[in-house]
């Protein structure tokens, strides 16, 4: 007698597929379809009045499952055995000796009972929730902000950058941030804690440790300690609808209410990257599961590469997002961007944050951070300022720059008037502020400088050796 208990589940197409000629080779495949399809069945009329009693099996191999009653005028059947035969191929057909039943076959059965396999049903269309003018302007709608004046809550949104842009790093501190209710960028106020998930497929866990201890270290928290901020390297096919199931198990599991996927691309099969419909169709099932339980996602993305012509260094904009939709599915953003080229190995990066949301929050700021120098351990630090801040710092050290390279091209020493003359910048107040700073520094040494013959007050570089000078 076959186990019940043990038969697998075969899938149609590969019933279909096994060859049935009775060769011995398939002799033990074919005892395994024959046990699924019982077990498939008896499960069929357990759900029906008519259920099996019995199973037997005959010398031939045929099993048979012995019916309780004739599903056939049941008040008028008097014995005759009714049951299901299922051959050893997997095979099926009803029999019954009653007169009322000869000619019947397993489609008139299902007739009755219903397919074996009905189709699946198809999901209803959620209701649709319509306001009038009143309820509108009697009903609470306020915006909750995660982050106070750059993220609120529910609305989707990408943190987007360039290559090697920090966005990873940036969105690690998000998540401590929203986690500990700790201020984001050691700037912005994050109003309650809330749970986290992070699901980073690029960088790795061990990436992921390292940055997570740098910055808690630096915003003075303990990352053993927080009990509401999750971490995982693997990520979702957003294509999938198995994928979809299990982010959904996974969101459960955690009580996450904010959700940050990084990066999008390892996420979505890159053909028809361009099509806006497509990609549409391929985010709105992520949306959807997120509205279903109040969670807001945070995508990483990235921003098209720029080329010679364009302003590589100029704050970046929505329009920069790579591939089609992005740019309409964001209700929120977070773009960062580069304002000077990075010197490999300085750890520092000069970088532009511009923020936005139809909620009408925004801004743009300049973000300094300081990761440490290569060979040396790392840190974290930044510091933001405002955009005029930094663009006139950046006239500030390209004005210092100038100078220094003036005065090196004077071993024996220039005067200020020299040496900014070689400069090419304009003796007003703050470029004479710029050249003391300079001297205060230490990096430009007061000297005597002979001109023919007189002498006069003049600095040379600090890193050439003094030499004798003649009054």
């Known amino acids: 007698m076959l186990d019940l208990a043990q038969a697998p589940e075969l899938p149609t197409e590969a019933e279909a597929a096994i060859d049935t000629a009775g060769d011995d080779m398939f002799a033990n495949l074919h005892r395994d379809l024959q046990a699924a ?7 069929y009329f357990a759900k029906t009045p008519t259920a099996v009693v019995r199973v037997t099996e005959t010398v031939s191999g045929l099993v048979l499952l012995h019916l309780s009653k ?14 299901v035969c299922v051959r050893p191929d997997g095979s099926y057909f009803y029999r019954c000796q009653h007169k009322n039943c000869a000619g019947l076959t397993w489609k008139d059965v299902e007739d009755v009972y219903g397919p074996r396999n009905p189709p699946p049903e198809v999901a209803k269309a959620p209701a649709v929730k319509v306001l009038t003018c009143k309820q509108l302007a009697d009903q609470n709608f306020r915006l909750r902000y ?35 209710a700790t201020p984001f960028l050691e700037r912005f106020h994050v109003p309650q804690p809330c749970r986290v998930l992070m699901a980073s497929g690029e960088s790795g866990i061990a990436t992921l440790q390292e940055i997570a201890f740098r910055i808690c270290a630096a915003k003075g928290v303990c990352l053993p300690d927080i009990d509401n901020l999750f971490w995982t390297d693997w990520l979702p096919m957003l294509t999938s609808a198995k994928h979809l199931e299990r982010l959904e198990q996974t969101i459960q599991d955690t ?85 000077e080229p990075y010197q490999p190995g300085s750890g520092e990066h000069r970088l532009w944050l511009s923020a936005g949301g139809s ?13 440490g120098p290569s060979g040396q351990p790392r840190h974290w630090k930044v510091s933001l300022s405002t955009p005029s801040e930094a663009r006139e710092e950046k006239k500030e050290n390209t004005v210092r ?71």
């Open 70 to 83: 004739c599903w056939n005028k049941p008040e008028e059947h008097d014995g005759g055995d009714p049951c």
């Open 401 to 471: 720059q100038r100078i220094l390279d003036a005065a090196r091209e004077f071993a024996q020493g220039e005067t200020k008037t020299g040496i900014l003359t070689v400069a090419k910048v304009k003796s007003d107040t703050a470029v004479r502020a710029i050249f003391d700073s300079l001297v205060n520094e230490g990096l430009l040494i007061p000297c005597k400088v002979k001109k023919g013959a007189a002498g006069y007050d003049g600095f040379r570089l600090a890193t050439h050796e003094a030499s004798p000078c003649t009054t």
């Open 255 to 339: 009580g996450c209410e904010v959700l940050i996927l990084d990066p999008v691309y390892l996420m979505m099969p890159g053909a028809d990257a361009s099509n806006l419909m497509i990609q549409g169709e391929r985010l709105r099932p992520l949306s959807e599961l997120c509205q279903r339980h109040r969670v807001t996602p945070i995508l990483l993305h990235h921003t098209r590469k720029r080329g010679k012509g364009d302003r590589s260094y100029e704050p970046p904009e929505l329009s920069d997002l790579a591939w089609a939709g992005f740019g309409e599915f964001a209700r929120q953003w977070l773009l960062l961007g580069r304002r």
């Open 37 to 43: 399809k019982v077990k498939k069945l008896t499960a």
């Open 146 to 180: 995660l982050i106070d004046d750059l993220w609120v809550a529910d609305h989707a949104g990408f943190f987007s950058g360039g290559m090697k842009d920090l966005k990873t790093t940036v969105a690690v501190n998000a998540g401590i941030s929203l986690a500990t």
């Open 359 to 371: 909620a009408g929050h925004g801004g743009l700021w300049a973000i300094d951070v300081d990761e």
